[in-house]
Nanobody
Framework: QVQLVESGGGLVQPGGSLKLSCAAS????????MGWYRQAPGKQRELVAT???????NYADSVKGRFTISRDNAKDTVYLQMNSLKPDDAAVYYC?????????WGQGTQVTVSS
């Protein structure tokens, strides 16, 4: 059974930082690309950042220079370091594991950015 479990969300003030984690089980983590997505109320789910199995990264323009995605294949975990957070970054953040023909989602973790 595949499980992706996100953690690290919470309430942070504008300008603050959070680090999200997504722990995977039930898959050979090292061969999957991983991604972080987010969905704010009333909006579609959008891509935030991805990292290939080999470590190549890609970011949405809105988070470039502020967010960093990384992975630890020894721990089957992907991370999202979020700095200089803005109110527009508030959303439920989801992680995704994918490879051709397969994709799996976590349950999401809430990020609230407010003073």
């Amino acid at each position: 059974q595949v499980q992706l479990v996100e953690s690290g969300g919470g309430l942070v003030q504008p300008g603050g930082s959070l680090k999200l984690s997504c722990a995977a089980s039930g898959i050979i983590f090292s061969i999957y690309a991983m991604g972080w997505y987010r969905q704010a109320p009333g909006k579609q789910r959008e891509l935030v950042a991805t990292i290939t199995h080999s470590g190549r990264t890609n970011y949405a323009d809105s988070v470039k220079g502020r967010f960093t995605i990384s992975r630890d294949n020894a721990k089957d975990t992907v991370y999202l370091q979020m700095n200089s957070l803005k109110p527009d970054d508030a959303a439920v953040y989801y992680c995704k594991a994918y490879k051709p023909g397969y994709d799996y989602w976590g349950q999401g973790t809430q990020v609230t950015v407010s003073s």
